[in-house]
Structure formats: structure tokens, C-alpha cells
């Protein structure tokens, strides 16, 4: 069974920055493609970063060039490196497979103030 345990998340001003992480197990990691999701209040999760097996990465428009996805195969660990943060960067961030499974972490909250 997967298990996802995202951290990271916090308080920040804007332009500040913060590094998630995400612990996977349960899965083979290093073969899935992953990503990383996002739920703002009243509105619906969306995938704002993916990372292959290979490295190969691919961005939502409102992150690209600030956010960075990348992965430790032998940690079994996801991260996203968030930069230049925006007071619409405000969510609960998730991670989770491309093709996510049903279930999902406990998410981790980034608050970004103006």
C-alpha cells in the first residue's frame, strides 16, 4: 500500500522560499513518474510540477521558473524547490504519482503573506 509523508510547508512572506519534501513507500519510486499537487481553498487540486524516472521535468505556467521538482531514487524522496513564492502559491501541497493514486497524504500547508 503507498504511503505519501509531505513536510516543508510553512509560513513565508512573499519572494520567500521553501524546500518540500516527500517520503514515498509501498511503490516501486524510482519507475513512476511523480508530481507535485496543490489544493488552494475553494478550489479544485491541481498538478503544478512533474518529474519521469529519467529527470525529464514539466512545470504549470503560474510556477514555471520558480518552482524546481527533482527526486533521490534511493531515498525514495520527492522534492520542490519553491522560489520567488507569491501569495497565490498559497495551498495545501500534495505529492502523489502522475497518475495519482486513490491515496493521498496528509498534504502540507504553505502560507505565503503579503
Known amino acids: 500500500q503507498v504511503q505519501l509523508v509531505e513536510s516543508g510547508g510553512g509560513l513565508v512572506q512573499d519572494g520567500g522560499s521553501l524546500r518540500l519534501s516527500c517520503v514515498v513507500s509501498?511503490?516501486?519510486?524510482?519507475?513512476?513518474?511523480m508530481g507535485w499537487y496543490r489544493q488552494a481553498p475553494g478550489k479544485q487540486r491541481e498538478l503544478v510540477a512533474r518529474?519521469?524516472?529519467?529527470?525529464?521535468?514539466n512545470y504549470a505556467d503560474s510556477v514555471k521558473n520558480r518552482f524546481t521538482i527533482s527526486r533521490d531514487n534511493p531515498k525514495n524522496t520527492l522534492f520542490l524547490q519553491m522560489n520567488s513564492l507569491k501569495t497565490e502559491d498559497t495551498a495545501v501541497y500534495y505529492c502523489n504519482a502522475d497518475s495519482p493514486y486513490a491515496t493521498w497524504g496528509q498534504g502540507t500547508q504553505v502560507t505565503v503573506s503579503s
Open positions: 509501498g511503490i516501486v519510486f524510482s519507475i513512476r513518474t
Open positions: 518529474i519521469t524516472r529519467g529527470g525529464t521535468t
